[in-house]
């Protein structure tokens, strides 16, 4: 079966550009997920979809970030503009139910440097 | 108060050691717990559930403790590659997002 697709995986990016990040998740998984994971810290849910429905948007900076699912399976998450403080590594996730731990993937992530 | 609060580690201990990770959590409702495991720059991957009645998986052991919103994982007779960072993860409601701590950094020496 195949995994959690991301692309690109390394971006480089001055500050005040934009970037943006591709997410195929698992066949036939309704949830899809977006974190961003600072060095050193867990990951934090940027975004949550179910189907192309947005579930839980209140941790995304909205002036900023913008994230799409419009056909309820492939996704895509911008910065634009980005700050330095937007460096991270971008995981995104699916699952078969939406919240279930033993049900999520994740992709290898997109590493986002900001200089 | 943050919502899920682990132990700030790291913990560098010697090949057949026993190690044990704390969390805890702040909201009282939360449904379901997991403890993920991260290798360096990798993505996280579920290691065990956690169970009210305990959850034993080999080496390691899960216990739930929700009157004291607490949770924990030990680790048995530690082996070189279970060096990684230990997530603790907790859903708190039906079809919401887990909600990760920050992780606690395990190195086992030879």
């Known amino acids: 079966e195949a995994g959690v697709a991301q692309s690109p995986r390394y971006k480089i990016i001055e500050k005040r550009q934009s970037v943006a990040f591709w997410c195929n998740p698992i066949s036939g998984h309704a949830t899809l997920y977006w974190y961003q994971q600072i060095l050193g810290q867990g990951p934090k849910l940027l975004i949550q979809?179910?189907?192309?429905?947005?579930?839980?948007d209140s941790q995304l900076p909205k002036d900023r970030f913008s994230a799409e699912r419009l056909k309820g399976v492939d996704s895509t998450l911008k910065i634009q503009p980005a700050k330095l403080e937007d460096s991270a590594v971008y995981l995104c996730a699916s699952s078969l139910f939406a919240g279930d731990g033993n049900t999520i993937y994740f992709g290898e992530g997109s590493w986002l440097t900001v200089v | 108060r943050k919502e899920v609060e682990q132990d700030p580690g790291p913990f560098n201990v010697p090949e057949g050691a026993t190690v044990a990770f704390n969390c805890t959590y702040s909201?009282?409702?939360?449904?379901?717990f997991f403890w993920y495991r991260q290798d360096c720059r990798k993505e996280p991957k579920l290691l065990m559930s956690?169970?009210?009645s305990g959850n034993e998986d080999g080496r390691f052991t899960a216990q739930l403790n929700r009157a004291s919103q607490y949770i924990s994982l030990l680790i048995r007779d530690s082996k070189l590659s279970d060096s990684a960072t230990y997530l603790c993860?907790?859903?708190?409601?039906?079809?919401?997002?887990?909600?990760f701590g920050k992780g606690t950094t395990l190195s086992v020496s030879s």
């Open positions: 909201n009282s409702a939360s449904q379901s």
């Open positions: 993860v907790v859903n708190p409601g039906a079809g919401t997002a887990l909600i």
């Open positions: 979809f179910q189907n192309n429905g947005v579930v839980d």
């Open positions: 956690v169970y009210s």
